[in-house]
């Protein structure tokens, strides 16, 4: 058994199905804790549209300094029906931004496997998704989502509505540096999806990407552009490795991946950023999914992206790789099992978001 460690993390269950994966992740994180003996110290505060209930605003202050003082943060999901038809700025999904922004996480991973016994469950045929490993590597502090100027202008009915692109040399370049490194942990491919046919943002973004990967000579890097990409990754998504991108891009290929994955519940998360003092990532674990206001309360969702996003925490955050690969291996063993929420299309009667949290805890040694 490796050192015992104290992990100060932080959860924000947030809206819809969100507290219900959490639970089960938490439930997860604290099952590993006592087996490994590490000290697990869960604070818990609010963010989305319980926050905009509870305190008026989707990131309350109180939650930046919780996120602040914390090693790791494990958030659900945002977003609630009742408040779509906001402006974005009031938005529970600001919150989120908010967060991502404050914490300086500018790389999201988004992994996107294909387990074996999940393979009836995309709709693309067995021999196109068989052997599935990719890492999308999103940007996510910056681009359009961020980029001033924005917002919508002029009277009503003859609007002008504008939002910037804006992308620095240096956020290029520290998010690609990781994709690079994280590539040599891997199949030593990168693909980097821009949009240099059109846009001139795309056109530095390629320029970098090129500069740096002469210091990469080990790994092989092409250009796709992001329309190619979209389509690529449905007809033979066993030939990329790492894909890293730009935030808007990033967002829509990932939730692509999910056809890929089986559901977009098997979906996890990790965002990270600088390097912590003592060499671990500040990072935020989070599902790819949404607050999927359609099947919340109701014990349905799928907790395994929640789970994994924990997993992928106790990995980045802490360097725990042998307690995050039991998680792994127990989240492999119970697909195998066929104990699986709706979503993954079970042969028999699906099993509850609890019933599969309490299936990976059993399944770890
Ligand atoms: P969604 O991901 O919430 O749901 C899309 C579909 O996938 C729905 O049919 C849903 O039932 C299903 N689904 C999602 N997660 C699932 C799970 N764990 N198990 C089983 N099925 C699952 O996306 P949406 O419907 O476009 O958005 C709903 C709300 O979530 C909106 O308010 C949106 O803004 C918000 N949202 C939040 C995040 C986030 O918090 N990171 C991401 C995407 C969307």
């Known amino acids: 058994m490796g050192r015992r460690m104290e992990l100060n993390v932080l959860v924000l269950p947030g809206d819809g199905i969100g507290p219900e994966v959490t639970r089960e992740a938490v439930r997860v994180l604290e099952h590993v804790a006592a087996r490994w003996g590490h000290a697990l110290r869960l604070r818990e505060g609010l963010l989305g549209g319980i926050a905009i209930r509870k305190t008026g605003g989707p990131f309350p202050d109180q939650t930046r300094e919780l996120a602040m003082a914390s090693d790791a943060t494990l958030l659900g999901a945002v977003g609630l029906p009742e408040f779509d038809d906001l402006p974005p700025s009031k938005r529970p999904e600001k919150g989120l931004l908010g967060l991502r922004k404050a914490l300086d996480v500018y790389a999201n ?10 393979i009836e469950s995309s709709p693309l045929k067995n021999d196109i998704v068989r052997g599935t490993d990719i890492l999308i590597v999103r940007e996510l502090t910056g681009g359009l989502y961020f980029g ?20 620095a040399r240096s956020e290029i370049e520290r998010v690609c ?91 996890p ?36 992206a929640a789970i994994g996003s924990a997993a992928a925490m106790l990995n980045y955050s802490f360097g725990l790789t042998e307690e995050a690969a039991a998680i792994e291996s127990a989240v492999s063993q119970v ?26 805890c059993d399944a770890i040694a």
Not at 148 to 166: D, F, K, L, W
Not at 221 to 243: G, I, K, S, W, Y
Not at 346 to 360: D, F, L, M, N, Y
């Open 335 to 360: 697909l195998d099992s066929g104990r699986v929420t709706a979503d993954l299309k079970p042969t028999g009667p699906p099993a509850s978001t609890a019933e599969v949290g309490q299936a990976v």
């Open 269 to 304: 998360s990790a965002s990270v950023g600088n390097r912590l003092p003592n060499g671990a990532w500040r990072g935020l674990f989070e599902p790819v999914h949404g607050s999927a206001p359609d099947i919340a309360g109701q014990g349905k969702a799928n907790p395994l």
């Open 148 to 167: 001033q100027p924005r917002g919508i202008h002029g009277p009503e009915g003859s609007e002008t509505a504008v939002n910037s692109m804006v992308y």
């Open 109 to 118: 991973l988004r992994p996107v496997y294909c387990f074996e016994s999940l």
């Open 177 to 267: 540096h990781m994709a690079f490194d994280l590539a040599r942990k891997r199949k030593r491919k990168v693909t980097s999806v821009d949009k240099a046919n059109v846009l001139e943002n795309s056109q530095l973004w390629r320029r970098v990407v090129a500069e740096l990967a002469e210091g990469y000579p080990d790994v092989e890097l092409e250009h796709m552009l992001v329309d190619n990409c979209a389509m690529q990754l449905l007809l033979r998504p066993t030939e990329f490795d790492v894909v890293v991108t730009e935030n808007l891009f990033g967002d829509i290929l990932s939730d692509e991946g999910s056809v890929l994955a089986g559901s977009i519940g098997m979906l």
